[in-house]
């Protein structure tokens, strides 16, 4: 059942008691809060989360506890307390043992998180948008869309993030499936051009919706790839939200073209001061027959951003996450349902929003044999792909592994317009992993012989 049983209801209760207790007084509170998690939290599913916590936040002066003390003056009070309990009771304790015990059941991948395209559909048409190649015709309705939720919580999953196409294209959609799941924390990858005041009221009443806006650096960048006047939009669209105390991060997908623009200290400060509390990143990848391989990253640039995104945490006021460099911090690749999976607007279940081979649909499979697929148990198998977990990807960092789970489990291209070859795709991405591991391989003896010195 998805609902919640007995004993997470009891669990769910005390944790909603202790996190009022923050609402009354934040600075008294958090460290007695964070204490009375780690007691609760029996399965130590959250605990080297917590204890990293506990530790930046003892630094008064330091970036974190700003961060943290922002979410108290810069959030409306309903929208951060919803958040609160959805992600860090619902997703994080509760589902976290849900998914445990799942995976300890069916020995498979169960996800922490959803990625699901509504609609191929988009009002913009960007420079070597993977996206596109599902074409612009495919939706999954409201009911489809609701029914992986229902048996992705019944799995422990209430976390789900919408991407496209232009996922607000369903702007009337999205916000009921936040009124019908409102134990679930939502997140929407947009362009940002199409959020309007309507649109934020709507947000402020179901509480549990978060935005990322996609951002290619500043105006000229962005532009460049999205079309003139996107960037003012979205520029736009973040000041709505901030006025409205809504949270709101971005996504950056670093490029050969705008790399070292991305990883500006100019560019971060710029997005703390628009009212970002997080900021998503991205590499690009060449992904589909129309791609642009000439947009791939360098090994010096990949390296490059790797040192300032460590550089900047601590220092800057801002949570950011980047999915190839942060390799090191969640073991290897968090694909293929160990951490997420993504089910495109075709119903198609896939590893992986940047790999578009698939043998499981929604409308043939629930998530649970999609999970137990012969492709899903490749990954389950397999993973991690490189005992470096600085080359966690199976496409951009090992292509013979992707190329050879794809042809193990008989999986088959999504693209709808143009199916690529695995082989095809893969053989675009091998000298840039040989030269990648050469870097990263230096990297990680670097970290392990300054991990020695200081024991």
């Given at each position: 059942m998805s609902d919640l049983s007995m004993k997470e209801k009891i669990e769910s209760l005390s944790m909603k008691t202790i996190l009022t207790l923050v609402e009354s007084n934040p600075?008294?509170?958090?460290?007695?809060?964070?204490?009375?998690?780690?007691?609760?939290?029996?399965?130590?599913?959250?605990?080297?989360?917590?204890?990293?916590?506990?530790?930046?936040?003892?630094?008064?002066?330091?970036?974190?506890?700003?961060?943290?003390?922002?979410?108290?003056?810069?959030?409306?009070?309903?929208?951060?307390?919803?958040?609160?309990?959805?992600?860090?009771?619902?997703?994080?304790?509760?589902?976290?043992k849900r998914q445990e015990l799942n995976r300890k059941e069916?020995?498979?991948?169960?996800?922490?998180?959803?990625?699901?395209?509504?609609?191929?559909?988009?009002?913009?048409?960007?420079?070597?948008?993977?996206?596109?190649?599902?074409?612009?015709?495919?939706s999954m309705n409201k009911k489809t869309l609701g029914s992986i939720i229902d048996q992705g919580k019944e799995l422990g999953t209430f976390m789900y993030i919408y991407s496209g196409g232009e996922p607000l294209t369903r702007k009337k959609d999205i916000i009921t499936l936040c009124e019908e799941h409102q134990d679930c924390v939502f997140l929407a990858f947009t362009n940002g051009t199409l959020v309007d005041e309507q649109f934020v009221k709507e947000m402020l009443r179901v509480k549990n919706l978060v935005l990322a806006f996609s951002v290619e650096g500043f105006e000229e960048s962005t532009d460049s790839r999205r079309g003139i006047g996107t960037y003012s939009k979205v520029m736009d669209a973040m000041k709505l939200m901030k006025d409205n105390k809504l949270p709101f991060g971005f996504s950056s997908c670093y490029t050969s073209m705008n790399t070292e623009v991305i990883g500006s200290e100019e560019y971060f400060d710029d997005m703390i001061s628009k009212g970002a509390k997080f900021g998503w990143f991205f590499t690009y990848m060449p992904v589909g027959v129309d791609a642009h391989p000439d947009l791939m990253v360098s090994p010096e640039q990949r390296s490059f951003m790797y040192d300032r995104i460590r550089s900047f945490r601590e220092s800057k006021s801002l949570f950011t996450m980047d999915f190839w460099n942060d390799g090191e911090y969640v073991k290897g690749c968090i694909a293929g349902g160990r951490n997420y999976l993504h089910i495109n607007a075709n119903g198609d279940i896939e590893p992986c929003a940047f790999i578009h081979y698939s043998d499981s649909s929604i409308y043939t499979k629930s998530l649970l044999e999609a999970y137990k697929s012969p492709l899903f148990m490749q990954y389950y198998k397999n993973q991690p792909f490189n005992e470096n977990h600085l080359r966690p990807c199976p496409l951009l960092d090992n292509p013979e592994k992707l190329e050879m789970m794809v042809k193990e489990s008989g999986a088959n291209s999504t693209e709808m317009l143009h199916p690529e070859d695995v082989s095809d795709l893969c053989n675009k991405c091998k000298k840039a992993s040989i030269d990648w591991a050469i870097v990263a391989d230096e990297i990680k003896r670097k970290s392990v012989m300054n991990n020695e010195k200081y024991k």
């Open positions: 600075e008294k509170n958090i460290p007695i809060i964070l204490d009375l998690l780690e007691r609760i939290d029996e399965g130590k599913f959250i605990g080297n989360q917590l204890s990293v916590v506990k530790n930046v936040l003892k630094n008064k002066d330091g970036n974190w506890y700003k961060l943290v003390n922002s979410l108290w003056t810069d959030i409306d009070d309903g929208v951060r307390k919803k958040l609160f309990e959805n992600f860090i009771i619902n997703a994080t304790v509760i589902g976290g069916y020995l498979c991948n169960i996800p922490w998180a959803i990625l699901m395209d509504p609609t191929s559909a988009c009002n913009l048409k960007c420079t070597g948008c993977w996206a596109a190649d599902y074409g612009n015709q495919l």
